[in-house]
């Protein structure tokens, strides 16, 4: 009977530990894929390359400051000079 009991026992063990195992291997996949997408990670067959964090936050930032035209700021720019205009237009004079 004491056989049986421990084998019991460090069957119980063994499951217990292979279910902490598989969380513990779960939650380093999900690191390793955080970093990953942090990193970037270079084109393989089949699959574009993608940019990291840090490489796409720069391409934002580009976008906020006047480059001479091309930038989202740069256009944010001219539709508020065009709509100025308009206004400028379209407002009655009051003499």
């Known amino acids: 009977m004491t056989e049986i009991l421990a084998v019991c026992g460090a069957l119980v063990v063994l499951a217990g530990g292979t279910v902490v195992a598989v969380k513990i291997l779960r939650g380093m996949k999900r690191f390793g894929d955080f ?3 942090w990193q970037g990670e270079p084109a ?24 001479g035209g ?3 700021r740069d256009a944010v720019n001219r539709v508020e000079k065009t ?3 308009l206004d400028e237009h379209l407002t009655p004079q009051e003499d």
């Open 35 to 37: 970093v990953d997408d």
């Open 44 to 67: 393989r067959r089949g699959v574009p390359a993608r940019l990291g964090v840090m490489e796409r936050l720069e391409r934002i930032e580009a976008q906020l400051k006047p480059n």
């Open 70 to 72: 091309t930038s989202l």
């Open 83 to 85: 709509t100025a205009r």
